[in-house]
């Protein structure tokens, strides 16, 4: 199984549908910002380095809709026609929702459900070389290591939205090379993903004067 499943899963999710109901079924009040566009918090093509470009934008109309509840983005490598980053948000109708979400991600993106026995695998743990952590997210979870190629992920929850976020890395283990971003360059899309929901926080819930 290759690493990321739950971002491969997503396609799917969204490909069938995600905007009938709100997102884990109803509750009495919608949280602030519901009826904002979700795609309006994905990172822009502008944090990524030169030569990286966006491959597509999923579902069809999120851009426009905003009661689409999870979207997803990817972006490649185009300059040297390798790597590979996703992200995909979910929003949820309660923080509850978010947080049982939040808890899912975190426990089954950094392990593989059986022992690999032909993918590389080196265990997922905080890397030395990015020391961001955001200020603004209720919980947040930055990982790097190897599941066939080597990636890093982060997994965080913003009140009632949790955002994965995946980049392949350039890196290379015991013979192995894989190509992606550097350390530093997926700290700054980082530092980016977070800013764009720092801003969205400070909208929906305003701090007191």
């Not at 949790?162 to 899309?189: C, R």
Request: glycine share 6%; with cysteine; net charge negative.
């Amino acid at each position: 199984m290759k690493p990321k499943m739950i971002l491969a899963m997503s396609l799917l999710t969204l490909m069938v549908s995600c905007r009938v109901v709100p997102l884990w079924g109803p509750a009495s009040t919608p949280l602030p910002g519901w009826r904002s566009l979700v795609s309006d918090l994905l990172v822009e093509d502008s944090a990524f380095p030169a030569g990286w470009a966006r491959m597509r934008d999923l579902p069809q109309g999120s851009l426009t809709d905003p009661t689409i509840n999870h979207v997803y983005r990817s972006w490649w490598g185009q300059a040297q026609g390798k790597g590979k980053a996703e992200q995909a948000i979910w929003r949820a109708y309660s923080i509850v929702d978010a947080e049982d979400k939040y808890t899912e991600l975190r426990q089954s993106q950094f392990q593989p459900r059986v022992t690999p026995q032909y993918d590389l695998f080196v265990e997922f743990a905080p890397p030395t070389e990015i020391s961001f952590q955001s200020q603004v997210a209720n919980e947040f979870y930055l990982a790097c290591g190897w599941w066939g190629v080597a990636y890093c992920e982060v997994v965080a929850r913003y009140r009632n939205y949790v955002v994965d976020m995946s980049f392949e890395l350039e890196a290379e283990y015991d013979g192995d090379v894989t190509h992606g971003l550097t350390y530093p360059e997926i700290e700054v899309v980082v530092r980016a993903m977070d800013a764009r929901f720092a801003e969205a926080m400070e909208e929906f819930y305003p701090s007191s004067p």
